[in-house]
């Protein structure tokens, strides 16, 4: 019988080990590594993001405007090495004032900590600042309003790497027509930052199977903030 528990304790041992060995994400987690700090821009010489939403103010500069119910600006480590920049804010982020608060904001966490971050870590932000409505593509004229100040936000926090999550961030980032499936697992240069494209967390709620694409272009991603700055 003591056996029999003792065998029974070891496999749930076993099974927690494995269960330890899987990221939140799904996919095997490696050994952590320690992100090298890149060079800080002497503080004096960069507009701060505080600076940056003061002048944004309470924002009428397009229509978007009309139905916001929050302005979502962006949230996390005003000095961070890795930038993530989705199209705009959804429902749940409109009502709360902050980006990627919903279910695809919850797969965004779960990626962070794929690569053994936190959302405490990295600076989280959008192309468009307000809801369009029905979560509708953000129009040209639209993002065009909103460019300088996702230009400023990446001037500012100089991150070493930008992950640009979907296709209508990444086209118009890039300022390119290319499918997300083209432009995903390549590396590009943002305002002298390395960009490097993935699909959007709510794309992949819907197409679970590209997860494993996703998780590549991470581990790209992990490189790049591990290599020499």
Known sequence: MVGDRTFIEEQIRERLRFYGSITPFGFPRSERRKTPSSEPIAKASRETLEAIRRDLGECTRCRLSDGR????FGMGNPDADLMFIGEAPGYDEDQQGFPFVGPAGQLLTKIIQAIDLTREEVYITNVVKCRPP????????????????????????????????????????????????????????????????????????????????????????????????
């Open 69 to 72: 119910t929050h302005l979502v």
């Open 134 to 229: 029905r979560n509708r593509d953000p129009e040209p004229d639209e993002v065009e309003r909103c460019r300088p100040y996702i230009e400023r936000q990446v001037d500012s926090v100089r991150p070493r790497v930008i992950c640009a999550l979907g296709r209508v961030a990444t086209q118009n980032l890039l300022r390119t027509e290319e499918s997300i499936s083209r432009l995903r697992g390549r590396i590009f240069s943002y305002r002298g930052v390395r960009l490097v494209p993935t699909f959007h967390p709510a794309y992949l709620l819907r197409n679970p199977e590209k997860k494993r694409e996703c998780w590549e272009d991470m581990k790209l991603i992990r490189r790049l903030l591990a290599s020499p700055p």
